[in-house]
């Protein structure tokens, strides 16, 4: 059964970088599509960016582009999200999800979630 398990969360300044790593146990990353979410307090579930099973394609929500990446490792298992000039904004905890294909609606074998506050 596939494994999800999100980490490198962590409080960190405005404009300040962090790395996020979601890790994938139980099965082959390979031929998953791989989605990072975030949830805010009192908000919905949003995407945030998704890359696709060979890492060919990544897409990302408007309010990350050109600040987030996203980026696999199929060897170690391993989808990170690399995170600059972050804003108080992206304050969330932070999940990611799998799924076939980038354009699927339904993602699944969420992990726990790691925690992001951008903050001074």
């Known amino acids: 059964q596939l494994r999800l398990v999100e980490s490198g969360g962590a409080l960190v300044q405005p404009g300040g970088s962090l790395r996020l790593s979601c890790t994938i146990s139980?099965?082959?990353?390979?031929?998953?599509?791989i989605g990072w979410f975030r949830q805010a307090p009192g908000k919905e579930r949003e995407r945030v960016s998704c890359?696709?099973?060979?890492?060919?394609?990544?897409n990302y929500a408007d309010s990350v582009k050109g600040r987030f990446t996203i980026s696999r490792d199929n060897a170690e298992n391993t989808v990170y999200l690399q995170k600059n000039s972050l804003k108080p904004e992206d304050t969330a905890i932070y999940y990611c999800?799998?799924?076939?294909?980038?354009?699927?609606?339904?993602?699944?074998?969420w992990g726990p979630g790691t925690q992001v506050t951008v903050s001074s």
């Open positions: 139980g099965d082959t990353l390979t031929y998953y599509a």
């Open positions: 890359i696709d099973s060979s890492g060919s394609s990544t």
């Open positions: 999800g799998s799924a076939y294909v980038c354009s699927s609606r339904y993602f699944g074998s």
